[in-house]
């Protein structure tokens, strides 16, 4: 980043262990993945919740521990390969969970 940006405090904050420091007042909603890697979400809640999806795809919105909500059929059908791929007649269990694993991390949850 060029001094003039850093001047202006447009770096972004870092913590210690060098991952962004979000603040509690942002309104971006991040991803699953970005959650993830702030610790906020485990990878046991990411596999819980394609557990949940793979058992009932029309199952209620999924909680993870720290109060986020993720309605797991809507962020399979937002995800197009995963939409794709788990609506494909023949195609098993093993080769839908990558598809809908990938959607959950890349989908943004609701917070409360």
């Known amino acids: 980043m060029d001094a003039g940006a850093a001047s202006l405090g447009i770096m972004a904050p870092l913590r210690n262990d060098a991952r962004p420091a979000y603040p509690s007042g942002m309104t971006e ?3 699953i993945l970005a959650l993830c ?24 919105p999924f909680v993870f521990k720290e ?10 059908r937002r995800h197009p390969g995963a939409n794709e791929f788990v609506n494909r007649s023949g195609a098993g269990p093993l080769l839908k969970r ?5 959607a959950i991390l890349q989908a943004r949850p609701d917070r409360g």
């Not at 890697?37 to 209620?60: G, K, Q, R, T, Y």
């Not at 909500?69 to 399979?76: F, P, S, T, V």
């Not at 990558?98 to 990938?102: I, K």
Request: glycine share 4%; charged share 20%.
């Open 67 to 76: 109060g986020y909500r993720l309605n797991l059929g809507k962020a399979i």
């Open 37 to 60: 890697e702030l610790n906020l979400i485990s990878d046991v809640e990411v596999n819980a919740a394609i557990e949940a999806f793979m058992a009932d795809p029309m199952a209620l």
């Open 29 to 31: 909603k991040l991803t």
């Open 98 to 102: 990558p598809f809908v694993r990938a």
